[in-house]
């Protein structure tokens, strides 16, 4: 028997209560096949020594002394292993394997860890280098519902006015669902390697629910039940929340709808007949402005290597106008109800000039879509002819 070349001492400290550190700390200076000698006046000693010797697979020689004679299994447990990327955002990979599983980028991944299935695993299909920036952005604008908005602002204006508004926001409670459940929905399908894209995708729909959250509360304020919701709202709404793709879904969400309901959230903080709504309206759009933000992002990234992009974005608008041909679009109380918003009151001259505020909101919202259309590399001509084949129901 050959003499060890290390001593351990444990004093009174069994492998009951944490010794077993101090061995493996020992063990794991040494080569396989060397002698470490335990020294402990624990009672249970030997008994705990030569189980835990049996499980990490070390030898056990027991004698007037107990030396460890170190194995090579944990050494050979972490054979195969793979580090998953570099820990930084610029080292994301092109293609996240399915085995890296849940593990954190950059970490060591156990040969034989089991695989995950993530649609989303190829950096082409989610990412965007600002995703980083955005999501940092996005965690210091999180706001609390309840003291960032002026619940207890005076309200003195006219009770059609206010019914407008609860009808408005009904409608905007439904939209703000659909672009809730679409980033969750990819999020769940998004490879952890892609971590920021994640977190993204995580804090827009915690965004949608709390623009839910106010535009509810404040439809609620003097009224006892919602406005209308109707079908043609409802089918705009389905075919994107089931628009499979996940580019397309964020073009057709992101740049086309939430694109357009940032001027329709601007609208109603610059027409609303209250400071509580008009602060609701100034938070949710400065979120909104985000969410347009990403979509643009990676759109413009992935066009920049693939030609075939433009060409998909555009036969997906077209596909949803075709799908959307026989319903009657926009909800025709929404529209009057924004016009009466704007006009604030019954006069006629007051009711024109409503209307006019309407048709010039909408002429934003072309413009709008069109100038993103044109960043995104649509000419000019396919810019206004795509544009003009967004939804009715603005979202
Ligand atoms: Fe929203
Ligand atoms: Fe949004």
Redesign the pocket.
Known sequence: MSAAVEVVDLGPVGLDRGAHLIVKRSLGRCDPGARVEVRGTSPELATHLRAWCRAQGHALEEGERLTVVRGDADLGRWRGATRTGGASPESVVDAAPSAWGLAARGALVEAGAPEFEFRLDRKSAVWADAAVDLYRQAAAAQWDPEAAIPWASPMDHPEEVEDALVQVLTYLIEN?TA?LLIPARFASQTHPHYREVLQLLAI?AA??AR?IEVFTRRALMNREALGLCTSGGQASLKTLVEEPDFELASFLL?VLG?GT?VNLLTFLRRHAPDACTAEIMRLAVA??AR?VAFGMAHLIEQGAQDPALLPRLASAIERRHDALRETAGLNEEVFDGLVLLAAGGWAPDRIAAGHDAVVELQREMDQGRRSRLRRLGFDAVEAEALSALHTRNFM
């Open positions: 703000e672009a827009q965004d949608e623009h992101s939430e309901f979120d909104e969410h």
